[in-house]
T-cell receptor, first 113, second 112 residues
Framework: DGGITQSPKYLFRKEGQNVTLSCEQN?????MYWYRQDPGQGLRLIYY???????QKGDIAEGYSVSREKKESFPLTVTSAQKNPTAFYLC????????????FGEGSWLTVV | SQQGEEDPQALSIQEGENATMNCSYK?????LQWYRQNSGRGLVHLIL?????REKHSGRLRVTLDTSKKSSSLLITASRAADTASYFC????????????FGAGTRLAVHP
């Protein structure tokens, strides 16, 4: 089935650790995105990538890093520099050009313990 | 600040009733999209309406767009308990990259 797969669904991180969230899509989409959602809130853009080997900071990129080595993969690393990382993280993709629908994965819950 | 703001923040209705949610935004847009999110799940795309369109339908959903007022509405007719979810509007700005800017959403509860 075509779609966006995020893993893991639930992740616990100790303070001071880096963790990486996986996002894979088989929709052949050029563009991929990472959003963060806090309880009862809308989504805020962390990073986005228009093509392979290119990515841009979103509105809340501090404490996060990404890579786009393959078209289908866009992993997000939450670094120890992110002071409040507990949140729901959503990966998305789109064909890339402005005006296209953006499709979302099922999300990953990250909790700092 | 968020581009899209939904109103009301929460809505509680009975099955069979219609539900209307509104969204306002601040700057010129390329398109506006509505999404649904069940608790703890990803977002499901409902409808995309472009800036040169005024109304779109999809099943029990009707979306309107008034660019002069910078507002949109989502109407769900004959609601069902399964429609219980949060609904978000998101805008793509004119001339910009395909980046969605979300509002905080409307939480809809449909009671049997």
């Amino acid at each position: 089935d075509g779609g966006i797969t995020q893993s893991p669904k639930y992740l616990f991180r100790k303070e001071g650790q880096n963790v990486t969230l996986s996002c894979e899509q088989n929709l052949n989409h050029d563009a991929m995105y990472w959003y963060r959602q806090d309880p009862g809130q809308g989504l805020r853009l962390i990073y986005y990538s228009q093509i392979v080997n290119d990515f841009q900071k979103g509105d809340i990129a501090e404490g996060y890093s990404v890579s786009r080595e393959k078209k289908e993969s866009f992993p997000l690393t939450v670094t120890s520099a992110q002071k409040n990382p507990t949140a729901f993280y959503l990966c998305a993709s789109s064909p890339g050009t402005s005006g296209n629908t953006i499709y979302f994965g099922e999300g990953s819950w990250l909790t700092v313990v | 600040s968020q581009q899209g703001e939904e109103d009301p923040q929460a809505l509680s209705i009975q099955e069979g009733e219609n539900a209307t949610m509104n969204c306002s935004y601040k700057t010129s847009i390329n398109n506006l999209q509505w999404y649904r999110q069940n608790s703890g799940r990803g977002l499901v795309h409902l409808i995309l309406i472009r800036s040169n369109e005024r109304e779109k339908h999809s099943g029990r959903l009707r979306v309107t767009l008034d660019t002069s007022k910078k507002s949109s509405s989502l109407l769900i007719t004959a609601s069902r308990a399964a429609d219980t979810a949060s609904y978000f509007c998101a805008t793509v700005l004119s001339g910009g990259y395909n980046k969605l800017i979300f509002g905080a959403g409307t939480r809809l509860a449909v009671h049997p």
